[in-house]
């Protein structure tokens, strides 16, 4: 494709575009946060969405999302022909963006879920999988350490049975006990510490009912593979807090177990129908809450 044979990243060594230094001190400025993970945390974003004609605020959302790493990877732009405009590119990635989330939501949510179902979406960034997933269930929490992405969410036209939170503790204290039936949660607990992921799924087993299910991803290792990986640990993680780590198969089932819940089913994402036998984005696990 035009305009990537000068483009290769090496770990640790942010793509070109990343090393202007007017670009950087802008891209820093939006991203920075004293939480990890909290991308996009400003509180003024709600104020600049509330500003902006309806007409330009899905465009809008899509170029903030745009600015961090995690929604939008740092070589996203590269999929697309160089002379592509910056706008095109977006709003190209964000259309992508929707139909993988709507397999997502087709093969992970909807057959663990019944109508009058009460889910949370824990870590549910811009909302987008919350959004698609309202039709299928009764009301569904979302919530999200970044007060500014859950700001940008509430903005955006969403179903009147999606909740938006914010949550910046290392708990669910905001969630009473045994009121939900389903927990889910993706590409969220593989970049925290195992004593963060510990701590929530003791939270989920709270927050379930009696028999409610828990389905999130996560990257798994084999034994004497590298816990961390070090591409995710260089400048992205000092930019924003983001870090990245595998887990063993027995770790992940021991773990659960530990919390509370039964024995947990453990599938590869690409198995499921739809997903590219070449996509790798780790696993899926199934807990269910013992009744």
Same mark, same amino acid.
């Given at each position: 494709?035009? $305009?990537?044979?000068?483009?290769?990243?090496?770990?640790?060594? /942010?793509?070109?575009?990343?090393?202007?230094?007017?670009?950087?001190?802008?891209?820093?400025?939006?991203? =920075?946060?004293?939480?990890?993970?909290? !991308?996009?945390?400003?509180?003024?974003?709600?104020?600049?969405?509330?500003?902006?004609?309806?007409?330009?605020?899905?465009?809008?959302?899509?170029?903030?999302?745009?600015? *961090? /790493?995690?929604? !939008?990877?740092?070589?996203?732009?590269?999929?697309?022909?160089?002379?592509?405009?910056?706008?095109?590119?977006?709003? =190209?990635?964000?259309?992508?963006?929707?139909?993988?989330?709507?397999?997502?939501?087709?093969?992970?949510?909807?057959?663990?879920?019944?109508?009058?179902?009460?889910?949370?979406?824990?870590?549910?960034?811009?909302?987008?999988?919350?959004?698609?997933?309202?039709?299928?269930?009764?009301?569904?929490?979302?919530?999200?350490?970044?007060? $500014?992405?859950?700001?940008?969410?509430?903005?955006?036209?969403?179903?009147?049975?999606?909740?938006?939170?914010?949550?910046?503790?290392?708990?669910? *204290?905001?969630?009473?006990?045994?009121?939900?039936?389903?927990?889910?949660? !993706?590409?969220?607990?593989?970049?925290?510490?195992?004593?963060?992921?510990?701590?929530?799924?003791?939270?989920?087993?709270?927050?379930?009912?009696? $028999?409610?299910?828990?389905?999130?991803?996560?990257?798994?290792?084999?034994?004497?593979?590298?816990?961390?990986?070090?591409?995710?640990?260089?400048?992205?993680?000092?930019?924003?807090?983001?870090?990245?780590?595998?887990?063993?198969?027995?770790?992940?089932?021991?773990?659960?177990?530990?919390?509370?819940?039964?024995?947990?089913?453990?599938?590869?994402?690409?198995?499921?129908?739809?997903?590219?036998?070449?996509?790798?984005?780790?696993?899926?696990?199934?807990?269910?809450? /013992? =009744?």
């Amino acid at each position: 494709m035009a $305009g990537q044979a000068d483009t290769k990243i090496t770990p640790g060594t /942010p793509p070109a575009p990343y090393r202007r230094p007017l670009f950087t001190r802008i891209q820093q400025f939006v991203l =920075a946060s004293s939480k990890d993970h909290a !991308f996009l945390d400003r509180p003024y974003f709600g104020l600049v969405m509330a500003l902006t004609p309806r007409r330009w605020k899905r465009p809008l959302a899509n170029y903030i999302l745009a600015l *961090s /790493p995690h929604y !939008f990877l740092p070589n996203w732009e590269r999929k697309y022909p160089a002379e592509w405009p910056h706008a095109d590119k977006v709003a =190209a990635n964000a259309k992508e963006g929707l139909a993988y989330r709507r397999k997502i939501v087709d093969h992970l949510i909807i057959p663990n879920a019944t109508a009058d179902c009460q889910m949370l979406d824990f870590g549910c960034g811009p909302g987008v999988i919350a959004v698609m997933a309202a039709p299928y269930v009764g009301k569904i929490t979302a919530v999200d350490v970044s007060r $500014g992405v859950i700001a940008i969410s509430r903005a955006l036209d969403h179903p009147s049975n999606v909740e938006f939170l914010a949550n910046r503790k290392d708990d669910l *204290s905001i969630i009473a006990s045994a009121s939900l039936d389903l927990v889910f949660s !993706f590409v969220v607990l593989q970049h925290l510490t195992p004593d963060q992921v510990r701590k929530f799924l003791e939270e989920f087993h709270r927050v379930l009912k009696p $028999g409610g299910k828990l389905v999130f991803q996560i990257k798994l290792r084999e034994a004497g593979e590298p816990r961390h990986d070090p591409g995710v640990g260089g400048w992205l993680h000092r930019r924003t807090m983001l870090r990245m780590v595998f887990y063993t198969r027995a770790d992940i089932q021991h773990m659960v177990r530990e919390c509370g819940f039964g024995d947990c089913t453990i599938t590869n994402l690409r198995d499921y129908e739809g997903f590219a036998k070449e996509h790798d984005n780790g696993q899926i696990i199934i807990a269910q809450k /013992p =009744a």
